[in-house]
Structures are given as structure tokens and as C-alpha cells.
């Protein structure tokens, strides 16, 4: 690359811990594998072949249809079905600022990319990647990780929708970090050189290599060492201290209505009675930790920006020791926003196992308690709530900091893809030129235009009365 790009702060000159990651089995396999490398070979022609369909230059294009349906409208027909009470305070949380709205309108950009065209390569989305969709988790043995940890939107789908919505959230995001347009086109192109060179990585480790790998460190003044430190001080005592206050003799959550009410009566009683059919989606070593603990209070919460509207509920559960707590979020899950643009998924009969095979499928560490159930014939999901999670503050993404994200983000999404789909495909095609790099920019920046555009609509809209916002909420 030339002097001057984003390169000048690839990866020799971010350190970082990386678990599984080495060169030496890929290059033992190529000297005794001689069939192997054969065929990875031609994988990954088959793959620079799709340049003819589609060449890296054109995934550049955004121009908005004439066709194009009025996002407010679309926006609309998503949220059928949700809270009302509930939907002022997610657009006021959108109209705060065109991140806010992005983070809020994942439907409208589906529909977007849906018109598009692709390459025809497809993965396991996350459908909904952008700077804070992730963080740091605890895993099992309690070591934190940084990975991808929104799933709700994910489907089977074109590898391209990831890597365009996370550009742009690049852009917007950066810009309200007070980050010129040209850092935030840097870190663009940086994000897709680091998504090219790691794919090109996992696509040589071995399968079990690849399982493996994972982030869990890297020093504290880089944005993912930032979130992992803010983990380690999200404690369940913590959980405890936000969300609930001291009753007679027992712990009740606090009412600080709409975004935390407590629950009680006949759906007190069925969010428990999810909660005993969820347990049979846990695998059947975690049914004695399950067992362990018992519910004693029920909370709906909203949280987010895309998820508010949905019902969702925390369950504060005790187990026998003292101070032994266990949060649990059971989180409805309609149908992804792809879901009208892609082949549906067989063997999936609920929207939160969707979800969960999902995250498991992208993420090299879940959460032990993910799974998931029906209450009232709504799905959900169920998981820990806020075990050592923390995400990236977008304050804190300008300079430098902007830029090692991007190349994180780009390292972790390529992970992600190569575990499901073809990493010698998509090598293939993607290349070792900056050509992707350059696209990627170009549509970052123009797709953030037309995020400000909808955004002013939004404002527009909200300020002739036609939507209402509940704002500072």
C-alpha cells in the first residue's frame, strides 16, 4: 500500500494477545497435503473468479432507488407488534444523532443492501454489526473476550451486508466522536485490509485453530482494552445495585417506568413457566447450575436502540450461598429484518433459537445459560444479563483509537465468516490489493449520507407530530 494509507498501523504495530493463531500447521499442511492445497487452490480461484460478477470496484455503489420505500414507513411495518408505550423512547433515542438512528433503523439498510448486488457468497451474518454491537464477555472459566455479541438479526446471508453496515457505522460513528471525514475514511479502509488479511490467515489455519481463536487481552489504552477493563467491574453485585432496591427482608426490583417496571401476577407466572421450558434448550451439564438458583423477581427492562419495543425481562434469581446472584435476560426475538431478502433456515421453529445457533455458530465463547423458549406463542431468547459485558464508548473512537478498532472489528468479523462460510473463497475474491479497501470507503461514505438524510426526515417527522419521541430517555 502506499505511504500514507492506514497500513501505517497494521497489526505489527498494534500488540495484542491472540489465542490459536499460528502460521505453522497451515504451512506443514501445504508441504505433506499436496490434494489439500490443490483444492484450496481452486477455492480460492473460484472465488477471484466472482470478480467477473461482480468486481470489487462496484461494491462501492449506493444511490438510493426512486422505488425506494420512505424509511419511516418501513420502520413502521418492523415495529408491528411492539410496545407502543415503549416506541417514543426508541425514536427519541434515534433522533439523537444520525449514529442513534442507524443504530435504530437496521430494517432500512436490509432493504438497502437487499437491492444491491453480491457476489453470492454467504455466511452467518450478524446482520447488525457496527462499533457498539461489540464487546467484552465473560467466558465460562470467567477470562474475558472481546467478540461479536448482537445476534438478533442474524441470518445466512451475503458476507458483503456485514462488512457495508459496520463501515458505515465506522463513519457515523466516528464523526460523532468529533473525527474528521478523513480519519473515518482511514479507518474504513483499514477495517477492510484488516477483514482481507485475516480472512487470508484463517482460511490456512486448521479447522480446530480457527475454533479456538479468540481475543482476551490487549493493552489498556486502546478502545477494546478499555471495555475489557469496564468488564472486569460488571459484577452481578453491580447488576444488583442499578437495578433493584432493598424490600422487606427480600430484593425487588426498582420502578423507574418505561424502561424498568416491575412484573407480577398471570405473566409473573408465565415468564417463570418459560423459564422451566428454556432450561431442556441449556446443555444438560449447566441443568444442575440452572437448579441451583431460584427466581425471585421479575422486571420488564428495555434496553438498546433497534431492540426497544420488544418485550424484554430481567430475572433476578438467588442461589443458596451468600451473595450468590444470577441475572437472566429473557429477550422476545421476532424474525430477523433479512428475513424477507434471504433463503429461511430449516430446522429453526423458534426466533430465539435462531439467535442462539447464531451466536454459537459466531462467537468462539458463548454464554453457558444461552437458549431460549415460548411464552404467550412469542419467542425469546434467554442468556446471563450483563455478565462482565461491556461495549466500546463512541466518545472515545477518534485519532488513533478509531483506527485500531477498525482493524480489531475487521480481524473479528473475518473470524466470524470464516467459521461459516468458505475463507479460500472469499479470499479469493476480496484479494491483496487495497481495491475492496477503496470500495468499501467510498460506500461507507455515501451510505453515511443517506443515514444523515433519513435521520433529518426523522426530525422532520417528529417535529410536524407525525412520530413521536420521547427524548433524553
Same mark, same amino acid.
Given at each position: 500500500?502506499?505511504?500514507?494509507?492506514?497500513?501505517?498501523?497494521?497489526?505489527?504495530?498494534?500488540?495484542? /494477545?491472540?489465542?490459536?493463531?499460528?502460521?505453522?500447521?497451515?504451512?506443514?499442511?501445504?508441504?505433506?497435503?499436496?490434494?489439500?492445497?490443490?483444492?484450496?487452490?481452486?477455492? /480460492?480461484?473460484?472465488?477471484?473468479?466472482?470478480?467477473?460478477?461482480?468486481?470489487?470496484?462496484?461494491?462501492? #455503489?449506493?444511490?438510493?432507488?426512486?422505488?425506494?420505500?420512505?424509511?419511516?414507513?418501513?420502520?413502521? $411495518?418492523?415495529?408491528?407488534?411492539?410496545?407502543?408505550?415503549?416506541?417514543?423512547?426508541?425514536?427519541?433515542?434515534?433522533?439523537?444523532?444520525?449514529?442513534?438512528? #442507524?443504530?435504530?433503523?437496521?430494517?432500512?439498510?436490509?432493504?438497502?443492501? $437487499?437491492?444491491?448486488?453480491?457476489? !453470492?457468497?454467504?455466511?452467518?451474518?450478524?446482520?447488525?454489526?457496527?462499533?457498539?454491537?461489540?464487546?467484552?464477555?465473560?467466558?465460562?472459566?470467567?477470562?474475558?473476550?472481546?467478540?461479536?455479541?448482537?445476534?438478533? %438479526?442474524?441470518?445466512?446471508?451475503?458476507?458483503?451486508?456485514?462488512?457495508?453496515?459496520?463501515?458505515?457505522?465506522?463513519?457515523?460513528?466516528?464523526?460523532?466522536?468529533?473525527?474528521?471525514?478523513?480519519?473515518?475514511?482511514? $479507518?474504513? %479502509?483499514?477495517?477492510?485490509?484488516?477483514?482481507?488479511?485475516?480472512?487470508?490467515? #484463517?482460511?490456512?489455519?486448521?479447522?480446530?485453530?480457527?475454533?479456538?481463536?479468540?481475543?482476551?487481552?490487549?493493552?489498556?489504552?486502546?478502545?477494546?482494552?478499555?471495555?475489557?477493563? =469496564?468488564?472486569?467491574?460488571?459484577?452481578?453485585?453491580?447488576?444488583?445495585?442499578?437495578?433493584?432496591?432493598? !424490600?422487606?427482608?427480600?430484593?425487588?426490583?426498582?420502578?423507574?417506568?418505561?424502561?424498568?417496571?416491575?412484573?407480577?401476577?398471570?405473566?409473573?407466572?408465565?415468564?417463570?413457566?418459560?423459564?422451566?421450558?428454556?432450561?431442556?434448550?441449556?446443555?444438560?451439564?449447566?441443568?444442575?447450575?440452572?437448579?441451583?438458583?431460584?427466581?425471585?423477581?421479575?422486571?420488564? =427492562?428495555?434496553?438498546?436502540?433497534?431492540?426497544?419495543?420488544?418485550?424484554?425481562?430481567?430475572?433476578?434469581?438467588?442461589?443458596?450461598?451468600?451473595?450468590?446472584?444470577?441475572?437472566?435476560?429473557?429477550?422476545?426475538?421476532?424474525?430477523?429484518?433479512?428475513?424477507?431478502?434471504?433463503?429461511?433456515?430449516?430446522?429453526?421453529?423458534?426466533?430465539?433459537?435462531?439467535?442462539?445457533?447464531?451466536?454459537?455458530?459466531?462467537?468462539?465463547?458463548?454464554?453457558?445459560?444461552?437458549?431460549?423458549?415460548?411464552?404467550?406463542?412469542?419467542?425469546?431468547?434467554?442468556?446471563?444479563?450483563?455478565?462482565?459485558?461491556?461495549?466500546?464508548?463512541?466518545?472515545?473512537? *477518534?485519532?488513533?483509537?478509531?483506527?485500531?478498532?477498525?482493524?480489531?472489528?475487521?480481524?473479528?468479523?473475518?473470524?466470524?465468516?470464516?467459521?461459516?462460510?468458505?475463507?479460500?473463497?472469499?479470499?479469493?475474491?476480496?484479494?491483496?490489493?487495497?481495491?475492496?479497501? *477503496?470500495?468499501?470507503?467510498?460506500?461507507?461514505?455515501?451510505?453515511?449520507?443517506?443515514?444523515?438524510?433519513?435521520?433529518?426526515?426523522?426530525?422532520? $417527522?417528529?417535529?410536524?407530530?407525525?412520530?413521536?419521541?420521547?427524548? !433524553?430517555?
Amino acid at each position: 500500500m502506499a505511504s500514507g494509507r492506514p497500513s501505517q498501523i497494521a497489526r505489527s504495530q498494534i500488540p495484542w /494477545r491472540e489465542e490459536g493463531c499460528s502460521r505453522c500447521e497451515a504451512v506443514r499442511r501445504r508441504q505433506s497435503g499436496a490434494g489439500r492445497f490443490e483444492a484450496f487452490v481452486e477455492r /480460492r480461484s473460484a472465488g477471484r473468479a466472482l470478480r467477473r460478477r461482480l468486481s470489487r470496484s462496484e461494491q462501492a #455503489f449506493w444511490r438510493a432507488s426512486p422505488r425506494r420505500p420512505d424509511p419511516l414507513e418501513t420502520l413502521r $411495518a418492523i415495529q408491528r407488534g411492539r410496545l407502543e408505550e415503549i416506541l417514543p423512547v426508541k425514536y427519541g433515542r434515534m433522533a439523537a444523532s444520525p449514529f442513534g438512528y #442507524f443504530r435504530g433503523a437496521a430494517c432500512v439498510m436490509a432493504a438497502d443492501l $437487499a437491492g444491491l448486488p453480491t457476489t !453470492g457468497i454467504h455466511v452467518q451474518i450478524c446482520g447488525d454489526a457496527h462499533v457498539s454491537n461489540l464487546g467484552a464477555y465473560a467466558a465460562p472459566d470467567g477470562h474475558l473476550v472481546f467478540d461479536i455479541n448482537d445476534f438478533d %438479526e442474524s441470518v445466512h446471508g451475503p458476507w458483503e451486508w456485514d462488512l457495508k453496515r459496520l463501515a458505515t457505522s465506522f463513519v457515523l460513528a466516528g464523526r460523532e466522536a468529533g473525527e474528521p471525514d478523513r480519519g473515518c475514511g482511514e $479507518a474504513v %479502509e483499514l477495517l477492510g485490509e484488516s477483514y482481507r488479511q485475516s480472512l487470508e490467515e #484463517f482460511a490456512e489455519m486448521s479447522a480446530l485453530q480457527l475454533f479456538r481463536y479468540q481475543i482476551r487481552s490487549m493493552p489498556g489504552g486502546t478502545p477494546v482494552g478499555a471495555a475489557l477493563r =469496564k468488564a472486569e467491574r460488571e459484577t452481578p453485585q453491580r447488576t444488583l445495585q442499578k437495578l433493584t432496591v432493598a !424490600g422487606r427482608g427480600t430484593l425487588r426490583f426498582a420502578n423507574r417506568p418505561p424502561l424498568l417496571t416491575p412484573v407480577s401476577g398471570e405473566l409473573h407466572r408465565q415468564l417463570l413457566g418459560g423459564l422451566v421450558r428454556y432450561r431442556e434448550t441449556v446443555s444438560e451439564d449447566r441443568h444442575p447450575v440452572l437448579a441451583a438458583y431460584r427466581p425471585v423477581a421479575v422486571a420488564f =427492562k428495555a434496553v438498546g436502540v433497534g431492540s426497544l419495543g420488544t418485550r424484554d425481562y430481567v430475572v433476578l434469581c438467588e442461589g443458596s450461598a451468600p451473595n450468590d446472584l444470577l441475572f437472566l435476560q429473557v429477550k422476545e426475538e421476532p424474525p430477523s429484518c433479512y428475513a424477507p431478502f434471504v433463503r429461511s433456515s430449516t430446522g429453526i421453529i423458534n426466533q430465539g433459537q435462531r439467535v442462539a445457533r447464531a451466536q454459537h455458530r459466531m462467537q468462539t465463547i458463548s454464554d453457558p445459560f444461552l437458549g431460549w423458549t415460548t411464552i404467550s406463542g412469542r419467542d425469546y431468547l434467554v442468556r446471563q444479563l450483563a455478565d462482565h459485558k461491556a461495549a466500546i464508548a463512541t466518545e472515545d473512537l *477518534a485519532g488513533r483509537a478509531l483506527r485500531e478498532y477498525a482493524y480489531v472489528c475487521g480481524r473479528l468479523l473475518a473470524k466470524a465468516h470464516a467459521r461459516t462460510g468458505d475463507p479460500a473463497v472469499l479470499t479469493g475474491y476480496c484479494g491483496a490489493s487495497d481495491k475492496l479497501d *477503496a470500495a468499501l470507503r467510498k460506500f461507507a461514505v455515501a451510505y453515511a449520507e443517506q443515514t444523515n438524510a433519513d435521520h433529518a426526515s426523522l426530525l422532520r $417527522a417528529i417535529r410536524g407530530g407525525r412520530v413521536r419521541a420521547r427524548k !433524553g430517555v
